[in-house]
């Protein structure tokens, strides 16, 4: 079995995506103290976007930006997010061994969005390395059916269980930094927002999620090549950080 998944995208300390809403140096300092533990395991990527797309955890898996472009982050730092327009912009990291697991994964972001669960954004993903519903893999998305609307939902399968709909109980924000990460074990899946926990589910024992599939951040590639629903509604709009 691998060792916990961590992937960051984020400014913070030493994980893969952020932490916080319409953030100060204050409230930073609060939710650094309120991190979940998971947050800084087993770090695999690190995508600071400090004027690029390079993951900084040393494991190489770096993104190429297709349309996406810096813009300011929580701190209203030029350069230091990037901006995505909810039409065919994405970030993209070649597959890697590490970026696979086996039941134990963590994913940590800040967005920024626009738009969320409506129009063109019913399946807008933050991030997803999950070619389709039916193969192996994780994706975080918009599921714009019933109580999942306006949510922020986590999708995965492996090997031994699947699980298509694990949603937040608070709905995202718009045009407001929230950070949010999604923590998986052998037996649970927990949400967080801005550090504090937002819903957690008892779930089977994963077994192997590995997957061929590259790492998207700003689409949720599983459904990009499906009709109807999905065609052309999988892109995020707003800022990842």
């Not at 100060?24 to 991190?35: C, G, M, R, S, Y």
């Not at 472009?69 to 890697?96: C, P, Q, W």
């Not at 997803?128 to 609307?149: A, F, I, L, W």
Request: net charge neutral; with cysteine.
């Amino acid at each position: 079995m691998k060792a916990k998944l961590t992937i960051f995208v984020t400014v913070m300390v030493a994980a893969l995506f952020g932490m916080g809403c319409a953030s100060t140096p204050e409230t930073d300092a609060h939710l650094v103290k309120i991190e979940p533990a998971f947050v800084k395991e087993g770090l695999v990527a690190h995508y600071p976007f400090n004027g690029n797309a390079k993951d900084e955890s040393g494991n190489g898996n770096d993104g190429e930006v297709n349309g996406a472009t810096l813009t300011n982050d929580r701190h209203n730092g030029g350069g230091k997010a990037y901006s995505f327009d909810g039409v065919n912009d994405f970030i993209e990291s070649n597959d890697s061994s590490t970026l696979d697991f086996s039941g134990n994964l963590s994913l940590s972001f800040w967005i920024n969005p626009i738009i969320w669960g409506t129009g063109t954004t019913k399946l807008a993903g933050v991030i997803s390395k999950k070619s389709s519903n039916s193969n192996n893999g994780y994706v975080v998305y918009h599921d714009y059916t019933g109580s999942r609307q306006n949510k922020i939902n986590y999708r995965y399968k492996g090997t031994s269980s699947t699980q298509p709909y694990l949603h937040s109980t608070t709905s995202v924000n718009l045009n407001q930094w929230v950070h949010w990460s999604v923590s998986q074990d052998q037996t649970s899946v927990k949400w967080y927002r801005n550090g504090t926990l937002d819903k957690s589910y008892s779930i089977s024992q994963a077994g192997d999620m590995n997957t061929n599939t590259k790492l998207h951040i700003g689409n949720a590639q599983t459904w990009h090549a499906v009709t109807g629903d999905g065609q052309g509604n999988t892109y995020f709009n707003g800022s990842i950080d």
